[in-house]
């Protein structure tokens, strides 16, 4: 079994900024890759960035050089860095892991951005 817990959401002004972590434990071989996803409410999930076993890295149009992904294997952990946040940022934040086939969800971590 994975688990992966969130924690690093918070309020924050706009065009501050915030890191988010997902740390993964338990059975961590085979993982494919790890993504952040959102979802506001009222809205559907949405990918925001993913970082593959590989170390490459995508993200969402709306989140281009803004926030940055990126990982510590030693600590098997992956971070979501969030600069020049926007109001539009505020959602619920949610680690997802890709482990041969099956996917995983972290239980997720608030974001709120103020005007």
């Known amino acids: 079994q994975l688990h992966l817990v969130e924690s690093g959401g918070g309020w924050v002004q706009a065009v501050g900024s915030l890191r988010l972590s997902c740390v993964a434990s338990g059975s961590i071989f085979g993982i494919n890759g790890i993504a952040w996803y959102r979802q506001a409410p009222g809205k559907q999930r949405e990918l925001v960035a993913g970082?593959?076993?590989?170390?490459?890295?995508n993200y969402a149009d709306s989140v281009k050089g803004r926030f940055t992904i990126s990982r510590d294997n030693a600590k098997n952990t992956v971070y979501l860095s969030m600069n020049s946040l926007k109001p539009e940022d505020t959602a619920v934040y949610y680690c997802?892991?890709?482990?041969?086939?099956?996917?995983?969800w972290g239980q997720g971590t608030q974001v709120t951005v103020s005007s």
């Open positions: 970082i593959s076993r590989g170390g490459s890295t």
């Open positions: 997802n892991a890709d482990k041969v086939g099956v996917r995983y």
